[in-house]
């Protein structure tokens, strides 16, 4: 995982013909294997939709006896942490820290949206792709 990550909620909708290679995260994630954030904000652009990018990080520490335990924890508190409606989220940064005995992982993820139209209200909390009624 390289900063600029990028990493899909579980049912994101993407643009068709758009096929990533996509390894499972946790429970509801998914990260995009080798592309980061700029190209791939390109290709949703090239299909015509949106990749928004959503102020307010969403950081997170993790604790392990290995720096890859702790990564994995902060990674996961990290993107429980990022709200419902929003379908993705961009890897921002990392710090470790070693203790005797364990590592400390704090990470930093922004959050972000994939849709087809260009205003965000179209994502609204418990429904990241549906319209509400108006």
């Given at each position: 995982?390289?900063q600029?990550s ?10 068709d ?34 990749f928004?990018?959503i102020?307010?990080?969403?950081s ?7 720096e890859?335990?702790?990564?994995h ?12 409606r ?35 209200d179209?994502?609204?909390?418990g ?8």
């Amino acid at each position: 995982m390289t900063q600029h990550s990028i990493f899909l909620r579980s049912g994101c909708i993407l643009p068709d013909h758009l096929d990533l290679l996509r390894e499972p995260f946790g429970e509801s994630w998914t990260h995009i294997e080798e592309i980061e954030s700029p190209a791939f904000d390109a290709m949703i652009r090239r299909a015509g939709w949106h990749f928004m990018w959503i102020q307010g990080p969403c950081s997170r520490r993790g604790f392990g006896l290995t720096e890859e335990r702790a990564i994995h924890r902060a990674l996961a508190r990290a993107l429980k942490s990022v709200a419902r409606r929003f379908n993705a989220a961009e890897f921002d940064s990392l710090q470790i820290t070693k203790c005797p005995g364990f590592y400390i992982a704090n990470v930093t993820m922004e959050p972000r949206q994939i849709q087809q139209n260009t205003s965000l209200d179209v994502a609204y909390e418990g429904h990241p792709q549906a319209v509400p009624a108006r």
